[in-house]
C-alpha cells in the first residue's frame, strides 16, 4: 500500500486512525504494529520476514547486552552480531527481485536495519533501556509513519512516546494538512517532474546534447527532493495524527554552499544517524585526518545503501565521498573562494550527483554524465524551450514552499491573537483533498527510482 495512494487515503488511514483514536494509550503501540504489518503485507507478506529477523536478534542481543554490561568484549560481540545479521537479512532480502519490485513501493529500505540499529546501539551505550516487550520493540522498528522511507527516528525519543501517545485536535489538524502537502508535493509537482524527466530522455534516444542533459539532471534532482519532501511531511503529518513529534527532514539544503552542508540539511534523520553510529565510531574522538576520510567514505555508502543498493547510488557514494574528502584536505585554500562561486561549484556536483543516480545501470550513468561533460553544444531550441516551459511553474512552487521569508510570514500570523490561519486551514485542507483525489485518481503517479 502506498502511501500516496487512494486506498491509503480514503481507507486505511480513517478506519486506522479511528481504531488507534479509540484504544487506551497504553495498548496504541500494538494497534501500530498491525497497522505498520498491514502496509507491509499490502506490498509483500514476504517483507514481514527481515522484519520478524529484525526484531529478534535486536530483542534478544539487548537483552543480553543489558544484562552483561559488566562483560565488555561479550556485549561488544552481541552488538556485531546484531548489526551484521541485520544487514545480512536486508541484503539478501534486496537480493530477490520480485518481492523488492512490489515492497519498494510501499517502505523504504532498510528501515527495519537501520531503525535496528540505532536501538542496539543505544542500548550498548547505555542511552536507552532495553524493552522487555518483543511487540513493542517491533512498533518502533516499523514504526508506521516512517515505513515510507524517511524519516528515520531516534528509539529513545520514540519509544518513550509510545507509552504516553494523546491524540490532541491541534495536532491532529497540523497533521491532516502536513499530510495532505506532502502528497501534493509528491503526486503534483515531484511524478510530473520525473514524468518530464522520462520523456526528455525518451525524445533524444539516448543522443543527449549538453544543455538538454544538463536540463534534464536539473528536473530528475527536483523531482526527487520534491518526492522526498512529500514523505517527509506525509510521516511527519501522519506522526502527528498519532501523538508523535517527528523533526524536519530539510533544513533548506539548495542554499547551502559547501557538499557536507547540502549532505546535511538533506535528509536530516539520515544524516544525524551515519553521524551517531557510523561516522563518530570510526572516526573517533582524535583528529586524524586518514580516519576521517574513512569515516566519510564508509557514511556515504550506508547513505546510499539506506536509499536503495545499486550500482549507480554506489557510483553517487564513491563520488561524493572523494569531493567530500577534497573538500576536508582543500578546507583551508576553500574558504579563500569567494562564497557564491563555493555555491555554483557545490551545487554543479549535486546536479551532476543527480544526474548518476537517474539511471538504473553503472554504465547508462557514466553515459549521461559524459553528455553533460563532453556533449554536443546544439542549441536545440523547440525541445530545450518545451521542457524548460515544462518545468518552470513546478520549480518555482518548490522554490516557494522552500522559500524562509514564507515560513518566517506564517510564523507571525499563528503568532497573533486572532490568526487568520485557524480560519485558512480547514480551506487549505479541503483544497489539497480535492487536488490530491484528482491526481491520484487520474493514475498519474510514478513509482521512479525513488
Same mark, same amino acid.
Given at each position: ?14 478506519? *486506522? ?12 503501540? $500494538? ?11 499490502? %506490498? ?38 546484531? =548489526? ?21 513501493? /510501499? ?5 527495519? /536495519? ?7 546501539? !543505544? ?12 511487540? #513493542? ?30 491524540? #490532541? ?5 497540523? %497533521? ?13 509537482? &515531484? !511524478?510530473?517532474? $520525473? ?11 539516448? !543522443?543527449? +546534447? ?36 517527528? &523533526?524536519?527532514?530539510? !533544513? ?9 552542508? $547540502? ?20 572516526? &573517533? ?20 545503501? +539506506? $536509499?536503495?543498493?545499486?550500482?549507480? *547510488?554506489?557510483?553517487?557514494?564513491? %563520488? ?12 583551508? #585554500?576553500?574558504?579563500?573562494?569567494? #562564497? ?38 546544439? =542549441? ?14 513546478? *520549480? ?47 493514475? +498519474? ?6
Amino acid at each position: 500500500m502506498n502511501f500516496t495512494s487512494i486506498t491509503f487515503l480514503y481507507f486505511f488511514l480513517p478506519a *486506522f486512525f479511528l481504531i488507534y483514536a479509540v484504544t487506551k494509550p497504553a495498548y496504541r503501540a $500494538y494497534i501500530m504494529l498491525i497497522g505498520s504489518c498491514t502496509v507491509i503485507c499490502w %506490498g509483500s507478506p514476504y517483507g514481514l520476514v527481515p522484519l520478524a529477523i529484525s526484531v529478534l536478534i535486536s530483542y534478544l542481543c539487548s537483552l543480553c547486552i543489558d544484562s552483561l554490561r559488566d562483560r565488555k568484549k561479550l556485549s561488544v560481540l552481541l552488538l556485531i552480531v546484531s =548489526l551484521l545479521t541485520n544487514l545480512a537479512a536486508v541484503v539478501l532480502f534486496c537480493s530477490l527481485p520480485t518481492v523488492r519490485s512490489r515492497l519498494f513501493t /510501499a517502505i523504504g529500505a532498510g528501515i527495519y /536495519a537501520l531503525h535496528s540499529a540505532a536501538y542496539t546501539f !543505544d542500548v550498548y551505550r547505555n542511552e536507552c533501556e532495553a524493552v522487555r516487550s518483543p511487540l #513493542r520493540l517491533a512498533a518502533y522498528i516499523s514504526f508506521l509513519p516512517s515505513l515510507c522511507g524517511i524519516p528515520l527516528v531516534k528509539p529513545k525519543e520514540t519509544i518513550g512516546q509510545m507509552k504516553e501517545t494523546s491524540v #490532541r485536535s491541534d495536532m491532529l489538524t497540523d %497533521g491532516i494538512l502536513l499530510l495532505l502537502f506532502g502528497i501534493a508535493a509528491k503526486v503534483i509537482v &515531484g !511524478d510530473r517532474l $520525473y514524468t518530464l524527466f522520462q520523456e526528455l530522455e525518451a525524445s533524444a534516444k539516448g !543522443d543527449l +546534447s549538453m544543455l538538454m542533459s544538463w536540463l534534464g539532471a536539473f528536473i530528475f534532482g527536483f523531482s526527487v527532493f520534491a518526492r522526498l519532501k512529500g514523505y517527509a511531511c506525509i510521516a511527519q503529518g501522519f506522526g502527528m495524527m498519532l501523538g508523535f513529534r517527528i &523533526g524536519p527532514s530539510f !533544513d533548506y539544503p539548495y542554499s547551502k554552499t559547501t557538499l557536507r552542508e $547540502y549532505l546535511a540539511s538533506y535528509n536530516i534523520s539520515a544524516y544525524s544517524f551515519v553521524q551517531r553510529y557510523v561516522f563518530r565510531p570510526i572516526a &573517533g574522538s582524535e583528529t586524524n585526518q586518514a580516519r576521517t576520510l574513512t569515516a566519510s567514505a564508509v557514511s556515504l555508502v550506508v547513505i546510499c545503501a +539506506s $536509499y536503495r543498493p545499486s550500482a549507480s *547510488f554506489l557510483i553517487w557514494g564513491a %563520488g561524493a565521498a572523494l569531493f567530500i574528502s577534497l573538500e576536508i584536505i582543500l578546507d583551508s #585554500r576553500l574558504s579563500h573562494v569567494p #562564497r557564491p562561486v563555493r555555491f555554483i561549484m557545490t551545487h554543479m556536483l549535486t546536479v551532476i550527483g543527480w544526474a548518476v543516480i537517474s539511471q538504473k545501470t553503472a554504465v547508462s550513468s557514466l553515459e549521461y554524465v559524459a553528455h553533460m561533460l563532453t556533449g554536443a553544444l546544439t =542549441l536545440d531550441t523547440t525541445p530545450l524551450l518545451y521542457y524548460f516551459r515544462s518545468a518552470a511553474p513546478l *520549480f518555482v512552487l518548490i522554490l516557494l514552499f522552500e522559500s524562509k521569508s514564507l515560513r518566517n510570514a506564517v510564523a507571525k500570523l499563528e503568532e497573533r491573537s486572532v490568526s487568520p490561519i485557524t480560519v485558512i486551514k480547514p480551506v487549505l485542507i479541503l483544497t489539497l483533498l480535492v487536488m490530491v483525489t484528482v491526481f491520484l485518481m487520474s493514475g +498519474s503517479v510514478q513509482s521512479g527510482i525513488l
